[in-house]
Every structure is written in structure tokens, then in C-alpha cells.
């Protein structure tokens, strides 16, 4: 049950992660479309968090620093994403981003264990 700001704005980061990519890679299409489905969704889901999190005061001088160390490697990854993504065929695509996914499920499995 969401019974807090902070759950609700995890509720909101988690319906942007992998649940709408997973269903994207399900129903198929062209990755450019599926591209096209999933940016804007992340933007407006994502930034809606963010300005819910500035509202409520969740954001403090910590998290401005976090920011700034963590916006260099955002940029390059972001750059170097949109390049990979021109070079490479859709079941290729498919391919990473399942690998990604897998990954990412590995990593909060562990947190999860690990606490």
C-alpha cells in the first residue's frame, strides 16, 4: 500500500524502468518505434518524479552533488548509446536490451539478498 510521498515516487521510477520496456520488446515492432514509444514515456514519468522530489523537499545539497558527479557519465553513455543504436540490426538491439534487463533483475535480486 503507497502510503508515503517516497513510496509514491518509487512507485513512479519503478513503472519507468524495465515493466514498459519488457512490454515493448513482447509486442514487437520496429526498435525506432518502440524507441519512439518509450523515450517520452521515461521523460514525463521520470520528470515528473523529479519535480515531485524538488516539492516535497527530497532534494538537497547531497543529491545537487550526486547529480554533478554522476551527469558527465550520463552524457557520454548517452552519446555513445545513440551511436551503438544507429550502428546495430534490430535482433541485435533485442539482444542488449535483454542482456541489459537480465542484468539489471541480477543486480536487484542481489541488493534484495544481500539486505
Same mark, same amino acid.
Given at each position: 500500500? %503507497?502510503?508515503?510521498?517516497?513510496?509514491? $515516487? @518509487?512507485?513512479?521510477?519503478?513503472? +519507468?524502468?524495465?515493466?514498459?520496456?519488457?512490454?515493448?520488446?513482447?509486442?514487437?515492432?520496429?526498435? +525506432?518505434?518502440?524507441?519512439?514509444?518509450?523515450?517520452?514515456?521515461?521523460?514525463?514519468? $521520470?520528470?515528473?518524479?523529479?519535480?515531485?522530489?524538488?516539492?516535497?523537499?527530497?532534494?538537497?545539497?547531497?543529491?545537487?552533488?550526486?547529480?554533478?558527479?554522476?551527469?558527465? +557519465?550520463? %552524457?557520454? @553513455?548517452?552519446?555513445? @548509446?545513440?551511436? %551503438?543504436?544507429?550502428?546495430?540490426?534490430?535482433?541485435?538491439?533485442?539482444?542488449?536490451?535483454?542482456?541489459?534487463?537480465?542484468?539489471? @533483475?541480477?543486480?536487484?535480486?542481489?541488493? %534484495?539478498?544481500?539486505?
Amino acid at each position: 500500500m %503507497i502510503t508515503t510521498t517516497p513510496d509514491l $515516487l @518509487g512507485l513512479l521510477l519503478v513503472v +519507468a524502468g524495465p515493466i514498459p520496456l519488457i512490454w515493448l520488446q513482447l509486442k514487437g515492432g520496429e526498435t +525506432a518505434r518502440q524507441r519512439a514509444i518509450y523515450q517520452p514515456f521515461n521523460l514525463i514519468i $521520470l520528470g515528473a518524479a523529479s519535480i515531485a522530489m524538488v516539492v516535497t523537499g527530497q532534494v538537497d545539497t547531497n543529491v545537487w552533488v550526486a547529480i554533478g558527479a554522476c551527469l558527465p +557519465a550520463t %552524457i557520454t @553513455g548517452a552519446f555513445f @548509446g545513440s551511436r %551503438i543504436y544507429k550502428g546495430i540490426s534490430e535482433k541485435r538491439f533485442r539482444s542488449v536490451v535483454f542482456v541489459l534487463l537480465l542484468f539489471s @533483475g541480477i543486480v536487484l535480486i542481489t541488493q %534484495i539478498v544481500l539486505n
